[in-house]
């Protein structure tokens, strides 16, 4: 049951890291209650295409088939040629915009061009990797947990919203400076 795509609905996308910590038995709850809240404000969960890759790349097969029936709950935003070439323009309006891109890699640019695209929210324990001015953080929600040493620890995670109007200004300002 692969669930469809519909643009005339706002997701929110998962990212990676939200998936992955979602698997640890030390913050789950914490991720659950979160992803509970945003499907309390209507907001379907979608991953990208490339987050798919991202946790199958690597994984047993017996481990294989677990993921795929579990990820195919959310709905799979297709990586096709318009996300490619938005996530190759935004990489290179955060490089205009001197940001540092050893710290962000192709797959977050992938999901960042994929909410832009799909004006959908993302879901990350990593704000780094979809920075401020181009995306908005609505919402920090701390994630409180107890490392197996007993140790408290703290996971913070966002919600973050693609700013539209400016990645449209700063793209049509990158584009006209050609001509």
């Not at 979809?130 to 995306?135: Q, Y």
């Amino acid at each position: 049951m692969t669930l469809k795509y519909n643009k005339n609905v706002r997701h929110l996308i998962l990212d990676s890291n939200i998936i992955q910590y979602l698997m640890n038995p030390l913050l789950a709850e914490g991720i659950l209650t979160c992803l509970k809240e945003a499907m309390g404000a209507n907001y379907p969960l979608a991953i990208s295409d490339f987050t798919f890759f991202e946790l199958l790349n690597g994984v047993t097969p017996k481990k294989e088939a677990q993921m795929i029936t579990e990820l195919n709950y959310l709905v799979r935003i297709h990586v096709r040629k318009e996300i490619l070439v938005g996530s190759a323009h935004l990489g290179c309006m955060y490089q205009d915009d001197k940001m540092d891109l050893k710290q962000i890699d192709t797959g977050d640019l992938i999901i960042a061009a994929s909410s832009i695209i799909t004006n959908s929210l993302i879901f990350t324990a990593n704000i780094r990797d979809f920075p401020v001015p181009f995306f908005n953080i609505i919402a920090k929600r701390p994630i409180n947990y107890s490392k197996k040493t007993s140790i408290p620890a703290l996971l913070m995670t966002a919600f973050l919203e693609p700013d539209l109007e400016f990645i449209g200004k700063t793209h049509k300002n990158r584009i006209g400076s050609v001509n």
